[in-house]
Structure formats: structure tokens, C-alpha cells
């Protein structure tokens, strides 16, 4: 069977690198293509991804947007045209599900936090399966056209893509970072997100308490990453890192993302979310569960050594799931069918 997978964010290459790599173990032929935003390329090489580079975010507004979603899906589908795709699949991404639909490819969507309204309306729709948390109530997806469509699994999906992760203190070294000092992890807010519109002053309050100690802050695009550069007293790598090792030896997390805050709870890191839009169902739960805690106040942000002296201290209890079982969710479009391909 022939698949393509499609990248337009950081995150995605994470998720969606164990099912790349169980689809060409089972023998099927695996062709990427990628978008320039973030570090998406740059974490495609790092992981070795091979990849065709279409298209650019084209900016934060509803119309930018729009027009990007025009722009690159009429790439990518002249790209994909006649190579005998049998299955499409995105992470939430509009572009190729737009594409698969006009070429008439069966086309997987997944993603974990359900309150995405613009995006969700279009990938929803047009993808023949829907692969979510089963955390996340399955009627939050009605509005989006999804009944019939949804294929939920157990648990987090960083517990299957870190599934076979193990911490490498290479990236401390790297950093120039002493592990017997605190650590700090911080993300930036996903500024250009339709549902994160607005500045998030206690992140920057955040910042502000932690210059000067060990805290390493990962920001999503360059002009973050040239205002934090700019503020100084804080450590800004300059390309893609191992931000998983980094997050497994850190101290404390805090991050306005998604992803990274259940990287820290899936890797047993202590993790303060900062995120001002509306909670999904899977934030929801770690809350309710304290695994994953709301930061109030920039007050709650100690920096000290937690009690865990290493990483590998709490391997035995991390939850890892087979990434096959999520590869398996993601084909259902296709299964029965794939002596076809």
C-alpha cells in the first residue's frame, strides 16, 4: 500500500514518526511531505525523515489562513496527482484533507484537543476516520461532522510515540546545562494559534522570575525566538534539540502548548500549564488527576531540584503504548482493502 503522510507542525513530526516507521516494517511505501513552519523541517531531519518541503504558514489571521489553506492544498494536490495513493494521513492538518478529498484518497486525521472550531470543521468533514482520545466526550464532535467517523484510543498520544523514547544526557552537554543545578523547561505560547489569540502576561511574569537561572525556553518561531534572545538571561537553543531528554532531566516544566506539557506527564516530569484558551477533555483529566497543575501566579514557580534524582529513577512507572495499535486506528479507512495497494 502506498501512504502519504503529511507534516505541517513541530508536534506532528513526533506523533507521527512511529507510524511512518510501523507502516514501512509491515512493507507498505511511506512518502512525506512537510511544511516550513516552526521546526518542522528541522525535526524531520533529526529524526531522518525523508520529506518534500510544500509550502509555508502564510500567517496569523482567519484570512491568512484561508488563503494558505488554498495556496498549499492546491500544491499538494497537484503533487500527490496520479501516485496511486491508497491513504492520506494528517494531524489535524487542513491541507491534506482538502487534497485527499479532491483527489478522492481515504484520508486519517487525528489530533487531542477538540476545541480547534475553524480547523476541525473542515479536517472532520472531509477525513473518513477520525482518530481522538477517548478521554475527549465523543458528542464535542458532532458539530464538526464527525459521528460515524471516530476511532478513540486509551490514554495520551505521547505515551505511544515515546513508547520506545529513552533520555539521553547528551542534550544537557549540548546546552551547557549542570545537572546537579535546577533545570526549567518553558514553551512559548502558540502565538499564531486561532485559539490562543491574545498575550499571555503571567508567561511573561514567568520569564521574567526565571532569568538568570538554568531555564532553557523553546520558542515556536524565529521572532520569538529573537524577543527572547533580546531579553537575554535565558538559554534559546539555536536548532532543533532533543526536547524530550531535556524534558525527562528537568526539574519543572511550564508551557503554553499542548504537546509538551503531556510530554513532561508522560516522562513523569512535575508540569505547570499556562495555557489561557478553552481546556480540552485530555487537560481536563490530567488536572482532575494532578498530573498536570493550572499556574495562578508566577509565585508557584520554584526553582529547585525535584525529588527524582534521575530520570531513569521512574522509567518502570511510565505508561508506554504500542504505537501499532495507534498506526492501526490511523488506516481504518483503508483496512480490508490493502492487498489493493
Not at 483527489?103 to 477520525?130: G, K, M
Amino acid at each position: 500500500m502506498r501512504v502519504w503522510v503529511d507534516l505541517t507542525n513541530s508536534p506532528h513530526v513526533l506523533v507521527l514518526r512511529p507510524v511512518i516507521e510501523q507502516l514501512r516494517r509491515e512493507g507498505h511505501e511511506v512518502q512525506v511531505t512537510a511544511r516550513d513552519f516552526a521546526q518542522t523541517l528541522a525535526l524531520c531531519d533529526r529524526f531522518g525523515i525523508g520529506h518534500i518541503d510544500i509550502g509555508e504558514h502564510r500567517g496569523a489571521r482567519l484570512s491568512d489562513k484561508a488563503r494558505g489553506l488554498f495556496v498549499r492544498s492546491g500544491a499538494l494536490t497537484r503533487w500527490a496527482s496520479g501516485r496511486g495513493f491508497a491513504l492520506a494521513i494528517g494531524h489535524g492538518s487542513n491541507d491534506i484533507t482538502v487534497a485527499a478529498a479532491l483527489l478522492r484518497i481515504p484520508c486519517s486525521t487525528t489530533f487531542d484537543y477538540e476545541w480547534a472550531t475553524v480547523q476541525h470543521n473542515v479536517n472532520c468533514r472531509l477525513a473518513q476516520a477520525v482518530v481522538v482520545p477517548d478521554a475527549i466526550p465523543p458528542e464535542r464532535f458532532d458539530r464538526y461532522g464527525a459521528r460515524g467517523k471516530l476511532h478513540p484510543y486509551a490514554g495520551l498520544k505521547e505515551e505511544y510515540y515515546l513508547a520506545d523514547f529513552e533520555p539521553s544526557p547528551a542534550v544537557l552537554a549540548e546546552l551547557g546545562l549542570d545537572p546537579a543545578q535546577p533545570i526549567v523547561v518553558v514553551r512559548t505560547p502558540p502565538a499564531v494559534s486561532l485559539y490562543h489569540r491574545f498575550e499571555n502576561d503571567l508567561f511573561g511574569a514567568v520569564l521574567e522570575r526565571l532569568r538568570g537561572s538554568q531555564a532553557v525556553v523553546l520558542p515556536r518561531t524565529p521572532e520569538q525566538r529573537a524577543q527572547l534572545v533580546a531579553r537575554g538571561g535565558l538559554v534559546i537553543p539555536e536548532r532543533a534539540i532533543d526536547a524530550q531528554s531535556l524534558i525527562a532531566y528537568a526539574d519543572l516544566v511550564v508551557s503554553a502548548g499542548g504537546t509538551m506539557n503531556r510530554e513532561a506527564v508522560a516522562l513523569g516530569t512535575p508540569v505547570f500549564t499556562v495555557f489561557e484558551g478553552r481546556l480540552g477533555a485530555v487537560d481536563e483529566r490530567l488536572i482532575a488527576d494532578g498530573r498536570l497543575r493550572r499556574l495562578q501566579s508566577p509565585d508557584q514557580v520554584v526553582v529547585a531540584k525535584r525529588d527524582a534524582a534521575t530520570p531513569a529513577s521512574g522509567a518502570a512507572e511510565r505508561i508506554r503504548r504500542d504505537p501499532a495499535v495507534f498506526t492501526r486506528l490511523l488506516c481504518a479507512p483503508v483496512v480490508g482493502r490493502r492487498g489493493r495497494g
